[in-house]
């Protein structure tokens, strides 16, 4: 049986675009890293844009397996 741990991953502020830009993914990466090294798995992540364009989140759902 797994546990299941979901997180928010808040990215720099948009200002001509919504897109996820490189500094977004470098701290994406840090985040699946340290989780990873915790002994979380990844099971899924979206990019959420913001109606207004100005701020957008990663959402990460992470697995292990119950101690």
Known sequence: MYQY???????G????????DLDDTGKL?????QRAAEGWE??????????V???GAFVITFRKQKS
């Open 29 to 33: 990466d840090d985040l699946l890293n």
């Open 5 to 11: 741990k979901t997180e928010i991953l808040e990215v």
């Open 13 to 20: 502020t948009k200002w001509f675009s919504d897109k996820a």
């Open 42 to 51: 990844l099971v899924t992540y979206d990019y959420m844009a913001t109606s």
């Open 53 to 55: 364009q100005v701020k």
